[in-house]
């Protein structure tokens, strides 16, 4: 259940990335994730601990 939780998490946060800058990151999730592009580590990392600590 975390870990499913977590992997939600990580790329709804990709993905927001990806929509906000879409000619600098390209992020396509079927099975395995594809990224491709710079990632803000920082936004990224916020949403794994609000994940883990129960946030939205």
Do not use: C, F
């Not at 099975?31 to 883990?52: F, K, N, P, R």
């Amino acid at each position: 259940m975390l870990e499913q939780k977590l992997r939600d998490a990580i790329i709804g946060e990709l993905k927001r990335q990806a929509a906000n800058r879409p000619d600098e990151l390209s992020v396509q999730a079927v099975e395995d994730l594809s990224i491709s592009g710079t990632i803000d580590l920082d936004a990224l990392v916020m949403v794994i601990a609000g994940s883990v600590a129960g946030g939205p």
